[in-house]
């Protein structure tokens, strides 16, 4: 199995095999030349020959012409035309209505729904002038969800405002097309929801699914929406004949992408008990918030393989059947998140929900971009936890710490773990260490402020500064190359991580209550861990009457 990051390399061998997939992906098709108001209007001439009838009337028309002729052609066809209400989860709906022929190919569910859509004003003034605008707030109009099975992406979506100039939502999913390029390659799979649970060739499937990143990926994505949104969902709109004339075309961009690395465990019991104690130690540190179980009916297996029979070629598991655990860390428009799937994938994926976050373009040809971005911040998310998960510190730093260091030709002083600011600036560092591109100075002052309340007001730009030029001196973290933001290295992660839990969950419970004798009854109900504190205790005391420290 590929190493692939230090997460993944320290759990190998517990691993049947891994895979990097990405999930889903949204695209937005625009007619660029319509964007504009100009533009809009010179569209308009070369549609109608002329501004004579450019006025709200006429296009409020095409919604009204776009419905009559979905639902003819629904009704033609035996294609189901269902209008939803607000909260419905449309995806869910047109699950019910997936063909039962494996080798159908085309749409086959058109669901209808309110949003806010990008509705022109055309507004006539004077001799013949014309003023187009975008209404704001965007009014709520019905769009329109054609749902279709393609040969390479499986089940795909299209969702189009039938007002023009007819902007278009395109939903895929990855694991969609891994899946049917592995029944091309006759890789048997177990497929339960969005997640493959049992690969009969783990390295052939993780091959498919890497090609999905590969330079021509984007086109791809491009011939996929080309086969479907003129023939299938535009023409309700504007027909063949119409969209030649006025030269309508579509243009993509990539709005929402997932990414995700699947581990595949040898048994569920494992990964489990793996996954849990990794939340458990992390948790804290890191500083994360959202965890959430939702608690099934059945235990995880010891192993997925008792009865030795191979997969089948495709198993859908409709319904979670397992606890399921979630925990997130948000960034903005980033989300990271872990979770397991089935009987023994445990899966971290990092979401955008707009790729302007990222910084690196929104246009069809930085796909791969943006995916190499998702990447590095998954892998980073992942050396993150396992740093923080298995911590050392050797007593040779420790003790060197409180010394003096130079950061470039600057002296600077030491870390005093005495210090209470000093312990929050650690706190600080180990709570924003996830964060996509690394953190500012800004970012520990506010998580200090939280950590000290007494420092809410006291505590400034320039003694954080400062208090991170002590971290760099010591090789706790770097700053990175040509910017202003920090990220904490490997060692320095696993070093303050160490020094925090020995002195918090080590040190301070041992030392309590040593230098007294416990009266009353013993709890009937002890942890394990309490046991342990227990006994370790009584050693201590025993230990004090010997070296002559008071009791």
């Known amino acids: 199995?590929?190493?692939?990051?230090?997460?993944?390399?320290?759990?190998?061998?517990?691993?049947?095999?891994?895979?990097?997939?990405?999930?889903?992906?949204?695209?937005?098709?625009?007619?660029?030349?319509?964007?504009?108001?100009?533009?809009?209007?010179?569209?308009?001439?070369?549609?109608?020959?002329?501004?004579?009838?450019l006025d709200n009337t006429h296009l409020m028309r095409f919604a009204g012409r776009f419905a009559r002729r979905v639902r003819a052609y629904a009704n033609k066809n035996g294609i189901p035309l269902i209008h939803c209400q607000r909260g419905d989860r449309k995806h869910e709906i047109a699950q019910q209505y997936l063909p039962k022929d494996a080798t159908f190919r085309g749409l086959f569910c058109i669901l209808a729904g309110r949003a806010p859509g990008a509705v022109r004003d055309v507004r006539h003034y004077g001799n013949g002038g014309i003023d187009i605008r975008k209404k704001e707030p965007q009014?709520?109009?019905n769009h329109y969800s054609f749902h279709i099975i393609d040969p390479d992406w499986g089940h795909i979506t299209i969702k189009l405002c039938p007002h023009p100039p007819f902007n278009v939502q395109i939903m895929l999913?990855?694991?969609?097309?891994?899946?049917?390029?592995?029944?091309?390659?006759?890789?048997?799979?177990?497929?339960?929801?969005?997640?493959?649970?049992?690969i009969s060739d783990a390295a052939g499937l993780a091959r498919i699914a890497d090609t999905m990143r590969a330079q021509c990926s984007e086109g791809r994505l491009v011939q996929v929406c080309e086969r479907w949104i003129y023939s299938a969902c535009l023409c309700f709109a504007l027909d063949m004949v119409e969209q030649e004339a006025s030269g309508f075309h579509y243009n993509y961009s990539i709005y929402q992408v997932e990414f995700s690395r699947n581990l595949l465990f040898k048994s569920g019991r494992v990964m489990e008990q793996v996954f849990h104690s990794v939340i458990d130690r992390t948790r804290g540190p890191l500083d994360i918030k959202t965890v959430k179980t939702i608690f099934g009916y059945k235990h995880r297996p010891f192993t997925h393989r008792g009865n030795g029979k191979p997969p089948r070629l495709e198993v859908v598991v409709e319904k979670p059947v397992y606890n399921l655990t979630v925990f997130k860390?948000?960034?903005g428009k980033i989300t990271i998140r872990m979770y397991s799937k089935g009987e023994h994938v445990l899966r971290t994926e990092v979401v955008v929900h707009n790729t302007k976050a990222l910084g690196c373009g929104k246009?069809?040809?930085?796909?791969?971009r943006i995916v190499d971005s998702l990447k590095s911040i998954l892998e980073r998310f992942l050396s993150v936890l396992r740093s923080v998960d298995v911590s050392?510190?050797?007593?040779?730093?420790?003790?060197?710490?409180p010394l003096g260091s130079k950061v470039g030709l600057a002296k600077v002083g030491g870390v005093d773990i005495n210090r209470p600011r000093m312990r929050a600036v650690m706190e600080a560092v180990l709570a924003v260490s996830t964060k996509p591109g690394?953190?500012?100075?800004?970012?520990?002052?506010?998580?200090?402020?939280?950590?000290?309340?007494?420092?809410?007001?006291?505590?400034?730009?320039?003694?954080?500064?400062?208090d991170l030029k002590k971290l760099r001196g010591k090789g706790l973290i770097r700053l990175i190359d040509k910017s202003r933001r920090y990220e904490a290295t490997g060692d320095g992660l696993r070093a303050m991580t160490a020094f925090l839990i020995l002195r918090e969950k080590v040190l301070r419970p041992l030392l309590a209550n040593t230098c007294q004798c416990r009266r009353g009854p013993k709890p009937k109900r002890c942890c394990a861990i309490e046991t342990h504190y227990e006994n370790v205790q009584i050693e201590i005391q025993k230990i004090f009457k010997i070296i002559g420290i008071a009791a």
């Open 392 to 401: 050392f510190i050797d007593i040779g730093k420790l003790e060197s710490w």
């Open 329 to 331: 860390v948000h960034f």
């Open 438 to 466: 690394g953190f500012t100075v800004s970012d520990i002052v506010e998580k200090v402020r939280e950590i000290l309340p007494e420092l809410k007001s006291n505590y400034t730009l320039r003694q954080a500064s400062y």
């Open 173 to 198: 999913n990855g694991h969609e097309y891994v899946a049917a390029q592995a029944r091309k390659e006759n890789i048997s799979f177990t497929k339960e929801g969005n997640c493959f649970t049992n």
């Open 363 to 368: 246009v069809i040809e930085r796909f791969g």
């Open 139 to 141: 009014p709520y109009v």
């Open 1 to 53: 199995m590929k190493a692939l990051d230090d997460f993944s390399t320290y759990y190998e061998d517990f691993l049947d095999g891994t895979y990097d997939c990405i999930d889903r992906i949204v695209l937005n098709a625009y007619f660029i030349m319509a964007q504009s108001n100009g533009g809009f209007r010179t569209w308009w001439r070369r549609l109608a020959l002329g501004d004579d009838n």
